[in-house]
């Protein structure tokens, strides 16, 4: 009877352990895969501090730098794997909660915009102007916020077997560095570059341009210079071109879509000709 209860004993103890370690590697996964609340938190509140430091550079902005450094001081920034849903019913990235000087932030949602910093720094920023209880309305103050770096948006919509396609490609100057790692934010995806459905991050592929031009000084071929982008759409893979002058010039312009993973008899590899779509620049207009 003994020797039954002491392996039982055993067995339950090496259960737990079994549980335990399970639980420790998929915490460990999550935190891979996901990022950490403690990483997340500290990101929130570096884009709290920069965007107060730029705070002085947009006329009539409704909050000073100081009010604003104060709250993302004395805030507290939660991540939840909870859904937070308004007082109207809808289930949103964050709450906050003046009273309490708390914003709750959903893990899941903040994660999902790890491929475009741009709308991180936009929830963070407009989640503290609630903490101030500024009126912040459809993101207005906080896109002016953003906005102010924006040099230039690029913008192919498009369609394929009936359904609407995007590509965005946004271009900031140096200065956005005051907020996060924002410099250059290409998706793609399903709806309109203007009411985007789904949103994936593109992979630049490829810049076409001759280093002896730049060691020699030679920058009258600048504007020739491409960069070459890659997307999915379903299983198959895209490519386009877009060269240094469409992207930073006003106006529409043709771009050529080719399909990747295409190969002949002798395994090399051919880009197959899809559609020529078309894209258009829009310099940003600085107040």
Request: aromatic share 12%; glycine share 6%; net charge neutral.
């Amino acid at each position: 009877m003994k020797i039954n209860i002491f392996k039982k004993t055993i067995l339950a103890v090496f259960a737990l352990l079994v549980a335990s370690f399970a639980q420790a590697e998929s915490a460990l996964e999550d935190i891979l895969i996901r990022g950490s609340a403690q990483m997340y938190t500290e990101e929130f509140i570096k884009i709290g501090k920069k965007a107060a430091a730029r705070i002085k550079d947009v006329p009539d902005f409704p909050i000073s730098e100081a009010e604003f450094l104060q709250a993302v001081q004395t805030t507290t920034i939660e991540f939840t794997e909870d859904r937070l849903v308004s007082n109207e019913g809808i289930e949103v990235d964050a709450l906050n909660f003046p009273s309490r000087k708390l914003i709750r932030v959903n893990w899941d949602r903040w994660y999902s915009y790890s491929s475009n910093q741009e709308n991180r720094a936009q929830l963070a920023i407009h989640e503290y102007l609630g903490i101030l209880k500024a009126n912040d309305t459809k993101y207005f103050w906080s896109m002016k916020l953003m906005k102010g770096f924006l040099e230039s948006v690029t913008s192919c919509d498009y369609m394929i077997n009936g359904a609407p396609y995007y590509l965005l490609y946004e271009n900031y100057s140096e200065g956005a560095k005051y907020l996060v790692n924002i410099d250059k934010v290409m998706v793609s995806g399903q709806g309109s570059s203007v009411n985007p459905l789904t949103k994936e991050s593109v992979t630049i592929s490829s810049l076409n341009f001759k280093w002896t031009d730049l060691i020699n000084g030679n920058y009258k071929n600048v504007l020739n210079w491409a960069i070459g982008i890659t997307w999915k759409y379903e299983a198959r893979t895209l490519h386009g071109r877009i060269t240094i002058n469409q992207m930073s010039d006003d106006g529409p312009f043709p771009m050529e879509v080719f399909e990747l993973g295409i190969f002949n008899s002798e395994g090399i590899m051919t880009p197959r000709y899809i559609a020529t779509i078309h894209c258009n620049t829009k310099k940003m207009k600085k107040e």
